[in-house]
């Protein structure tokens, strides 16, 4: 039997499992030939391999579409290549095994060998497809058990269509983009979609503008401290908010002044059960990787692989599910014994101490669900973690071993508190819990993220509760916080539309993570802590493909959702309509429609010219014409910023919403901005005085 891996360990695990000897780059003996890829060996033509001609970037040679696609050697791996075709040379009369890694890229990296080495018997080649680690026992069971390859040629189509795609997409676009904007581009069919979603959400936080605001918030003494807040009768959507001129504010010392206690008038409960969290696919452990270690995705994936293959105590990472199949109740129940033995009386042993192993069985739909499995089950650990791990590979274990006990504990369940009150004639509320469980939820894994809630256990309805203190808090409007990489991968993984319906995931959980780091690499996004930011050359990139209409529908969400639908669904029809887009795109693009124009923002007040944004101010453009027209705003005045949007607002006549403002002696005040007749800011006062 002839049998190809896409990596070297995996061989090695072959050799072992089958006690191959090992030859010159691979293992062979008279049962059995071993041998293995480096990933892609081969690499689809350039243009201008199809022709010289095409290797000097122009508009009039675009698009590039080849009648069909031909491949060439990666020349660092040539020799690797030339190892794989000896083998299948000299075993060609053998039956093949394929045990490339899962799911559509593994496929596309086997089929481009085959296509290469010119492999013939296909209908009697078999593919090798497991989740576990490569031990011994699960290598001989997954030969015995392997299917026909022609079962994964729906994995080889898509890995086809979506590279061919990506090329067409890349080489076409990237040479259109660069041609106009003078400026070396790169456009990427899923990559440039997400780039757009950071840009837009940095626009959208720069461009916020804050708005203050006041909650009168007493403190009560019951079994614990809890608050409530004066309820505004007059503000529907926030019902605890209250403007600085509001009547309330101006009394606000006489309501504190006269109180004593608070009368509770309602409360009302309502139990809620929080299960413990599914396991672990790739994406999920991403995400959780980067809020806890702030590791990137593609770091976290090298680290679960380097778990699975040479440690061999997790299962196979580049997994969608969430879930274990039906059939493997017997063997998660064997992991979680031999788990509990190596772990007991160490550390470890505070994660699993209240597991209820009674819940490994084929009713707990939310461990054992075949329904939901798609190629592999869960991120599972499958052994105790060898002592001579990393401490990046440590923390990853621990995460995918925390999530595997949590699953197998009890629910939270709490209630939901809403209490009223009230105080010296005035009504207040509140919300809190009341912890009736707590299960699986421990200060280990509460999420960072999430907002603690109040306890309001004990809190009798009729009752008076003495007033600690009232105050008025003076808060701001927040805008939507910066993209994290856990975001970004949220993001890829459950996008939805205006309507909030989940859409197709974009990308895969094995090519997320790359995607990301393209990003980082090209400089088009770049970090601040955990935070993403977008750079100006990402910013540059974006603003050009809004300059083509065709481009611009093509980078959005929803659309970029629906060709990777399609690609699932008719890599046929997918690859088709790639083609006519990026014809369409090329053809359509305006050439005089580029460069580094500047947008105007409105007309000047003062001469009609066109205002546009500087360094430092927005400016009128006849500034340097016969006109020498002198009207500029200052991005800041008296501490307060004044975005682009605000700047058309002013044009437009109409004054800024209300912004806190500090004088030249330091003195807060709050103001609202007008433009007047002779184009200076004018402030407009909350009150007469």
């Not at 707590?438 to 200060?443: A, H």
Request: some cysteine.
């Amino acid at each position: 039997m002839l049998i190809l891996t896409e990596k070297p360990s995996v061989a090695r695990a072959f050799a072992e499992a089958l006690k191959v000897p090992k030859k010159d780059g691979y293992w062979e003996n008279d049962g059995y030939c071993i041998v293995n890829a480096l990933g892609h060996l081969l690499e689809i033509f350039l243009p201008e391999d199809y022709d010289p001609s095409l290797k000097t970037w122009s508009q009039s040679s675009l698009p590039v579409i080849p009648e069909k696609f031909k491949y060439k050697i990666i020349a660092k791996t040539k020799d690797r290549l030339a190892v794989i075709k000896n083998c299948f040379n000299r075993r060609k009369n053998d039956p093949l095994l394929i045990a490339t890694d899962a799911e559509r890229e593994g496929e596309l990296i086997s089929a481009e060998i085959l296509e290469y080495v010119g492999f013939k018997n296909y209908s009697e080649a078999k593919r090798f497809w497991v989740s576990e680690a490569l031990t011994p026992e699960v290598i001989v069971k997954g030969m015995k058990n392997a299917k026909p390859l022609a079962d994964y040629y729906p994995y080889r189509d898509q890995g086809y269509a979506r590279q061919r795609a990506d090329w067409l997409v890349g080489m076409n676009l990237t040479r259109l983009l660069s041609l106009k904007s003078g400026k070396l581009l790169h456009f990427g069919r899923v990559q440039t979609a997400v780039l757009r979603a950071v840009y837009e959400r940095e626009k959208s936080i720069a461009e916020f503008t804050s708005e203050f605001y006041f909650e009168i918030v007493a403190v009560l003494q019951g079994n614990n401290p809890f608050t409530l807040k004066l309820i505004n009768p007059d503000n529907e959507e926030f019902p605890a908010r209250f403007s600085e001129t509001s009547d309330i504010i101006s009394s606000f010392e006489k309501i504190k002044n006269g109180l004593k206690s608070a009368l509770i008038t309602e409360i009302d409960k309502k139990v809620n059960t929080v299960c413990p969290p599914r396991l672990f696919n790739l994406t999920a452990l991403q995400k959780e990787a980067h809020k806890k270690f702030s590791y990137s995705p593609e770091q976290t994936l090298n680290i679960a692989q380097a778990l699975y293959e040479n440690h061999k105590c997790l299962s196979y990472p580049r997994t969608p599910s969430n879930v274990m199949g039906d059939d493997n109740v017997s063997m998660v129940t064997a992991i979680y014994n031999k788990l509990i033995s190596a772990y007991k009386g160490t550390p470890l042993e505070i994660i699993f101490k209240d597991s209820d192993p009674s819940l490994i069985n084929a009713e707990n739909k939310r461990l054992f669900n075949s329904e939901d499995l798609q190629d592999h089950h869960a991120l599972i650990p499958l052994s105790p973690l060898p002592a001579d791990c990393s401490i990046e590979e440590t923390n990853i274990y621990k995460l995918v071993f925390e999530r595997f006990f949590t699953l197998l504990k009890k629910p939270y369940i709490y209630n939901s508190v809403s209490v009223a009150a009230d105080i010296s004639g005035h009504s207040f509320t509140g919300k809190g819990i009341e912890v009736l469980q707590t299960g699986w939820k421990t200060e280990q894994n509460d999420d960072e993220d999430e907002t603690v809630s109040e306890d309001f256990s004990g809190i009798e309805k009729n009752k008076n509760y003495p007033v600690v203190s009232v105050d008025a808090v003076e808060k701001k409007t927040e805008p939507k916080k910066h993209y994290t990489f856990s975001a970004l991968l949220q993001l890829m993984e459950n996008p939805r539309n205006e309507e909030k319906k989940r859409l197709v995931g974009l990308g895969t959980p094995a090519t997320r993570g790359s995607i990301l780091q393209k990003l980082v690499d090209r400089k088009y996004i770049s970090l601040n802590k955990k935070n993403i930011l977008i750079t100006e050359d990402g910013v540059f990139l974006i603003e050009n493909i809004f300059k083509n209409e065709n481009l611009t529908t093509f980078t959005s969400i929803p659309e970029t959702t629906r060709w990777e639908e399609q690609l699932h669904q008719d890599t046929e029809s997918f690859l088709n309509n790639v083609i006519m887009f990026v014809r369409n795109a090329v053809k359509n693009t305006d050439m005089t429609a580029y460069r580094h124009e500047k947008i105007s923002l409105g007309k000047c007040p003062l001469c009609g010219g066109d205002i546009y944004e500087g360094k430092n101010n927005y400016y009128c453009g006849n500034y340097n014409t016969e006109k020498l027209c002198n009207f500029k705003i200052y991005k800041e005045i008296c501490g307060a910023a004044i975005t682009s949007s605000e700047i058309k607002t002013l044009l437009d006549g109409k004054k800024t919403k209300i912004k806190k403002c500090e004088g030249k002696s330091g003195k807060a005040f709050n103001a609202s901005f007008i433009l007047s007749k002779e184009g200076k800011i004018e402030f407009v006062f909350e009150n007469s005085k």
